[in-house]
């Protein structure tokens, strides 16, 4: 069935180091995508969106492509700060129907200064 | 501008108790959903609503009702609390054609069965 598959956390990584979050999904047709990030004790916040292919997202140094062929929708950071620190959500959307958000398990990132 | 609301923010509940989760909205937007979030996963989809007096379930609905009188408003309901509904609940709203049919969260309500 249609499903999105994250990379495990948690990612434990340095101040200034290169991130990547891994994240492919499976749907019938082409979706939206869309990566969420929670910080503790918040709720999710929309970080950046794709809705076609090739499109770039990108917001706050985060960048993600989507990639038909490949159905994936990595998340990239060339440099993380401690505030980066949260669990990142990978997540899609068909424009049809109910409309409803399909999430990744999620990915929890711990950035140690 | 507030977005989207919900009370109340902490809840304990004994099983077999029953209470309701309110959401409320104020963008105008037609789309509602109710998601839980179970410890380590991703957000599941309970109930969902495109429009006052519509309502329809998501992947996980038993043991949940759910009701849409007004655009504002879309409160999740729970008859006989048991403790696998022990969980965070998050609502969210949405209006297609506006962007990218993007969904505005609410803050959540965890919520504990004992």
């Known amino acids: 069935g249609d499903s999105v598959t994250q990379m495990e956390g948690p990612v434990t990584l340095s101040e200034e180091a290169f991130l990547t979050i891994n994240c492919t999904y499976t749907a019938t047709g082409y979706p939206s995508l869309f990566w969420y990030v929670q910080y503790p004790g918040e709720g999710l916040q929309l970080l950046l969106k794709?809705?076609?292919?090739?499109d770039k997202g990108s917001n706050k140094g985060f960048e993600a492509t989507y990639r038909k062929e490949t159905t994936s929708f990595h998340l990239e950071k060339g440099s993380v700060q401690v505030s980066d620190s949260a669990v990142y959500f990978c997540?899609?959307?068909?424009?049809?129907?109910?409309?409803?958000?399909?999430f990744g398990s999620g990915t929890r990132l711990q950035v140690q200064p | 501008n507030a977005g989207v609301t919900q009370t109340p923010k902490f809840r304990i509940l004994k099983i077999g108790q029953s209470m309701t989760l309110q959401c409320t909205q104020d963008m105008n937007h037609n789309y509602m959903y109710w998601y839980r979030q179970d410890p380590g996963m991703g957000l599941k989809l309970i109930y969902y609503s495109v429009g006052a007096g519509i309502t329809d379930k998501g992947e996980v609905p038993n043991g949940y009702n759910v009701s849409r009188s007004t655009t504002e408003d879309f409160p999740l309901r729970l008859e006989l609390a048991a403790p696998s509904q022990t969980s965070v609940y998050f609502c969210?709203?949405?209006?297609?054609?506006?962007?990218?049919?993007?969904?505005?969260f609410g803050p959540g309500t965890r919520l504990t069965v004992l």
């Open positions: 997540a899609y959307l068909m424009d049809t129907g109910r409309r409803a958000l399909t």
């Open positions: 969210a709203s949405s209006q297609p054609g506006q962007g990218v049919n993007e969904q505005f």
């Open positions: 794709a809705t076609k292919a090739d």
